[in-house]
């Protein structure tokens, strides 16, 4: 079993900033990638940014320049700092990790409970 945390979601003004945090915990031998996607009401669910286990990130082209991930891979986290955010920013924020299980050495692939962000004036 993994467990999955996150933090830092909550209500802020357009252009504004907030950073999502996301600590992952439990049958863990080796993570892949850990990333961010985002589901917004009606919407389906979007990759926000990702980061692979050697540091490359990758971004959606509507937060280039304005989001950057970062990981700890000591502490098995992975960060969302969100700049200049804008209304369409608004969704649930779902951290997502792509491991190999220590119970079973197979892959996995493990999503968060969600993080509200809402960006409104």
């Known amino acids: 079993q993994v467990q999955l945390v996150e933090s830092g979601g909550g209500l802020v003004q357009p252009g504004g900033s907030l950073r999502l945090s996301c600590t992952a915990s439990g049958s863990i031998y080796s993570i892949f990638a850990m990333g961010w996607y985002r589901q917004a009401p009606g919407k389906q669910r979007e990759l926000v940014a990702g980061?692979?286990?050697?540091?490359?990130?990758n971004y959606a082209d509507a937060v280039k320049g304005r989001f950057a991930i970062s990981r700890d891979s000591a502490k098995n986290t992975v960060y969302l700092q969100m700049n200049s955010l804008k209304p369409e920013d608004t969704a649930i924020y779902y951290c997502?990790?792509?491991?190999?299980?220590?119970?079973?050495?197979?892959?996995?692939?493990?999503w968060g409970q969600g993080t509200q962000v809402t960006v409104s004036s």
């Open positions: 980061i692979t286990s050697a540091g490359k990130p």
């Open positions: 997502n990790v792509v491991l190999v299980s220590s119970d079973d050495l197979e892959p996995d692939d493990s």
